[in-house]
């Protein structure tokens, strides 16, 4: 193994590398493989998924890894790794993959199933078929090819594994059958009566049948994964020439950033970026799950993957390949994918020295039945149904498919789980902390009243107090700040420049305004500013803060020279979304930068248990800190972006809205959709891919500490054995595909398809 010195960048470097294993048929082999892994020289974490066929290795910093190097470690244990494909490379596709080995032991299968039949219909004459030299001979005839044609892989496999002195699921099989044949050959050519074909001929069988149904349900459960690489367009329509009339069609790969493409109505956007012309409704169902196309204009972002449904636009590539909305959606589900849970983690123990165990134990039970028996056909029994039946396949299956149904299911929402840590944290939940604006609220602040002081010696007038408000916050981001500089340009068309600006954050602005240092902000802002406040104005401003708008206050000279009040509107679905939680016994509280009146007024609307009023950007993390330090496990709500450190601090953090690079980073979940409504339905679709872990490995547990038993006692027949094996593995992948079928309950009207409660307050932190 070969570690050197990295020449990329730190991030780089801990970039987790994705591999593609060969050779895994059941949960002891990926265990082995990780195993193995894991204990190469420069590998920080290895992890391994037997459903996926993937392995994810994370390398220590300042370390380069040589994929050779490891292909050549896994290949001194018998299987083969070689570096993923992503979607742009030209390797072979996952979904032909899957189909081709869901082919390949269908006619296997279905080879086997007339020599299986026949074989079964011998046992209802077993003393006639076991004197009879024809039948005899017919039952080695139909044996031999189902053991070495049909069984072929279980055979190849096994020896591989025997030649680099391991062992897995196909050893057991191939010690199982070609015990059985063996041992009937030897009968069959010295005239002996104990003939085991049947037993060979029908667990293989059932082997075939169960890959068959195993891989089938593998590839349903990665559809979803395989619809959203689907999605991105594969050409783009270049804009040429200085005008911008000319364009033909490249391929998306040969894209980059700062390139224009223009998008004709009906074509899917092939990058991510800023519309610099046109006008069209998007729509964006394929990546947030939203039905109702957006309006796009000049400015506004757009997804690749979305489709333009009406007018031309034309974009400037912000975001290509890897980089794009889409291949960060694709990236995350599959990182999710090879994550393992706790209780997996467990299970994989148990899965890499099951197998060596299964063998010492039916090697016990023959010499058992044999010796204290005195009956070599008990003894024969018996341990080949030992070898059968501890198929550790279950429990490797268990958590992969699950997490493969499951997160693909959430894309599919427009919901992006980050890891099954995720899965695990959603159970423990006792709180949900939602910020108020563009979470609760729709974030869209609208100046609703300006207010003056009539005693004002200098006779402001309202035209005044907003133009000078607006101008200072002319170049200001805060939801506030817009909508205050929007309501005086249109009273006033251009706002006069000012100098001298500076944010005090969480407070509000000032700036130097035609010679005059003008102050714009909330109350707080009044004492550092050492302005005198009216009885007549402080009055004017509680009274909107009861009425649940904001009051800004504004002033210049020693005084607040006036109260403009703004609005926000609470989202339709924020109501029933905290009746929805409170129904799954969560508490629910509310956090602002507001102050406790305006707060009050949301809260008592939507129905919020705790109001946490107040609270500047920097303190939302210690607010967290606090209820944790209460005992509360705290999820919390917020845009992803000035909520980044409190999501974080969260033992889960769920940002809503667009899922930008912040969101992703600071968030357990990430709702591409802005509707709060969908913050339920992340928490009941983790809840139910978690429950669906649990039941398939206590399943797959209480198969294997059952059955084990009664094969030891003889009271489970080879065959029988062979057919249970098989169900156990197809039940936890059918119970997990029942994830797809996860709809959202009671989940009220897009906040996009209904219009917005007037009315209702606001405040953005």
Not at 529 to 545: F, K, P, Q, V, Y
Request: one cysteine or more; glycine letters at 10%.
């Amino acid at each position: 193994m070969t570690a050197s010195p990295s020449v990329e960048s730190s991030a780089d470097r801990e970039t987790p590398l994705d591999f593609e294993v060969g050779g895994m048929t059941c949960g002891s082999c990926a265990a082995r493989v990780q195993k193995v892994l894991s204990r190469q020289p420069g590998i920080q974490i290895a992890e391994v998924n037997y459903a996926t066929g993937r392995a994810s290795v994370t390398p220590d910093a300042g370390v380069t890894l040589d994929p050779s190097d490891l292909a050549v470690a896994i290949d001194r244990i018998g299987y083969s790794l070689a570096p993923a494909h992503t979607p742009d490379d030209d390797g072979p596709d996952s979904e032909a993959s899957d189909g081709s080995e869901a082919d390949g032991w269908k006619w296997r299968t279905l080879a086997a199933l007339p020599a299986a039949v026949f074989m079964v219909s011998t046992m209802f004459f077993h003393d006639t078929a076991m004197h009879t030299t024809w039948l005899r001979w017919l039952q080695f005839g139909l044996a031999l090819p189902v053991q070495f044609v049909v069984g072929w892989p279980i055979l190849a496999g096994a020896a591989k594994r025997a030649r680099h002195l391991t062992a897995d699921m196909d050893t057991l099989i191939a010690v199982g059958t070609l015990s059985a044949f063996t041992y009937s050959t030897g009968q069959l050519l010295t005239d002996g009566h104990e003939l085991y074909f049947e037993a060979a001929v029908v667990i293989i069988f059932f082997i075939s049948l169960g890959r068959w149904m195993e891989a089938r349900a593998k590839s349903r459960a990665g559809a979803a994964l395989r619809s959203l690489l689907e999605l991105g367009a594969k050409e783009a329509r270049l804009v040429e020439g200085a005008d911008g009339s000319d364009e033909r069609m490249v391929p998306v790969d040969s894209l980059r950033i700062g390139d224009l493409v223009r998008v004709r109505p009906g074509e899917k956007v092939p990058v991510d970026g800023e519309v610099v012309h046109g006008v069209s409704a998007v729509d964006e169902s394929m990546l947030t799950g939203e039905s109702v196309p957006i309006d796009k204009s000049v400015g506004d972002q757009v997804a690749g993957a979305t489709i333009n449904t009406s007018g031309v636009l034309t974009v400037r590539a912000t975001r290509v390949g890897a980089d794009t909305a889409l291949a960060q959606i694709v990236r995350l589900v599959e990182q999710a994918q090879t994550g393992k849970s706790a209780v997996q983690r467990l299970a994989d123990r148990i899965s890499a020295v099951f197998v060596p165990v299964v063998l010492v134990i039916a090697a016990a039970t023959f010499l058992g039945w044999w010796l204290l028996g005195d009956d070599l056909r008990d003894a024969v029994d018996a341990s080949v149904a030992v070898l059968i039946i501890a198929c550790p396949c279950a429990l490797g299956l268990a958590t992969p498919v699950a997490i493969m149904v499951g997160t693909g299911r959430g894309a599919q929402l427009g919901i992006l789980i980050k890891s099954v840590e995720t899965l695990e944290q959603t159970r423990r939940i006792s709180t949900v902390v939602f910020d108020k604006t563009g979470t609760l609220t729709d974030g869209s602040m609208s100046v609703v009243d300006v207010v003056t002081d009539p005693a004002d010696a200098d006779g402001i007038t309202e035209g005044l107090l907003l133009a000078r408000a607006g101008a200072v916050e002319a170049d200001s981001e805060h939801p506030i700040g817009r909508a205050i500089a929007a309501e005086a340009r249109r009273a006033h068309g251009s706002l006069d420049p000012v100098d001298a600006f500076e944010a005090i954050p969480g407070h509000g602005i000032r700036a130097d305004v035609d010679g005059s240092t003008v102050w714009v902000g909330r109350r707080e802002l009044i004492g550092a500013a050492g302005l005198h406040l009216a009885t007549e104005l402080d009055d004017a401003a509680i009274a909107r803060e009861i009425e649940g708008r904001t009051a800004i206050f504004v002033g210049w000279g020693g005084c607040v020279r006036g109260v403009i009040a703004v609005s926000d509107t609470t989202s339709r679905s924020a109501a029933a979304t905290v009746a929805r939680l409170h129904d799954r016994g969560l508490a629910v509280a509310m956090i602002t930068g507001d102050n406790e009146r305006t707060a009050r007024t949301v809260a008592d609307e939507v129905g919020i248990d705790r109001v946490i009023a107040g609270v500047l950007p920097a303190g939302k993390q210690s607010e967290v800190e606090r209820l944790q330090a209460d005992g509360e496990m705290v999820a919390m709500v917020g845009d992803g972006i000035n909520d980044a450190p409190a999501l974080t601090q969260a033992d889960l953090g769920i940002a809503i809205g667009t899922g930008t690079d912040v969101a992703i980073e600071s968030s357990d979940l990430t709702l591409m959709r802005g509707d709060v409504a969908h913050v339920v339905t992340a928490i009941d679709l983790s809840r139910r891919t978690y429950r669906t872990i649990v039941q398939n490995l206590f399943w797959a547990f209480a198969y294997n500490t059952v059955a084990i038993p009664l094969a030891v006692a003889g009271l489970l027949n080879p065959l029988v054995a062979g057919a249970a094996m098989a169900f156990s593995s197809v039940s936890v992948v059918a119970n997990s595909l029942r994830l797809r079928r996860f709809r959202p309950t009671d989940v009220p009207p897009s906040v996009r398809d209904e219009a917005p409660v007037p009315t209702t307050p606001g405040v953005p932190v």
